[in-house]
């Protein structure tokens, strides 16, 4: 197991220009996340949690300080691949089948189809929705197309797992499924597990519980057991 995080931010912090203004989303943060860490980021809607998690992912790049991926490689050799993202609300492309909306990183990076198509279907037998590989998008439910999208994300064998708000849009008993199904994949694979949640009860089941609150991140709120 590497000694080196997966990825790592020193510094990083985040503003917008807004007319004359300028409104600070993130303020400059330290934070790691380290190879099989579960994590939960809390706090209330506006406060930081998503633009953190695209920094994580690099789909922002920070106004101040740096955000690395030591263990992983740099931001080109990112996406697709070791670093898997969940999406809060609908991602799945709407003229592909579920299977090919999770074979589709895989032939990204080049995968023949036959093999992208081979590993789709085994993910989603992981997650537990092997019968719905034909059906399109618009013919699914809330979770379901939630675990078609975790099924994306795992396909690639990400090193981290990046899930922002993905029960958001759920009720309770289908969004506490969908978290089932993220930590069981994540002690399946081995992978980093960083999820945003308003939920307490969501985030007392993980391992590490971070808070974001106007636009300053605190950690950690819980030192678990040893």
């Known amino acids: 197991m590497s000694s080196q995080p997966l990825v790592q931010c020193l510094g990083a912090g985040v503003v917008f220009p807004s007319g004359s203004q300028t ?25 930081g949690k998503s633009t953190l998690m695209h920094l994580l ?12 991926w030591p263990s992983i490689g740099d931001l080109p050799t990112l ?3 070791p670093v898997g993202i969940v999406f809060q609300g609908p991602s799945l ?11 589709l990183p895989l032939q ?8 992208a198509t081979a590993k789709a279907l085994e993910l989603l037998a992981l997650v537990g929705v092997a019968d719905l590989a ?18 994306r994300a795992l396909v690639t064998a990400p090193r981290l797992i990046l899930a922002d708000e993905p029960t958001g849009q759920l009720d309770r008993a289908t969004g506490d499924l969908v978290v089932d199904v993220l930590l069981d994949c994540a002690d399946a694979t081995g992978a980093a597990l ?3 949640t308003h939920d307490p009860s969501i985030a007392e089941r993980f391992e590490h519980c971070w808070s974001v609150v106007d636009g300053v991140l605190g950690m950690p709120l819980r030192v678990p057991a040893t």
């Open 23 to 47: 409104i600070v989303a993130l303020r400059p943060t330290d934070c790691r996340v380290c190879e099989r860490d579960q994590i939960a980021v809390v706090g209330p809607s506006g406060s």
């Open 79 to 81: 996406r697709p691949g």
């Open 134 to 151: 034909a059906r399109l998008p618009d013919e699914l439910s809330g979770g379901q197309s939630q675990r078609v999208a975790i099924a």
């Open 93 to 103: 492309l709407p003229p592909l089948t579920v299977t090919e909306n999770v074979a």
């Open 194 to 196: 960083v999820v945003t």
């Open 108 to 115: 990204l990076m080049g995968e023949p189809h036959d093999t």
């Open 57 to 68: 992912s690099g789909l922002q790049e920070p106004s101040t300080g740096s955000v690395t």
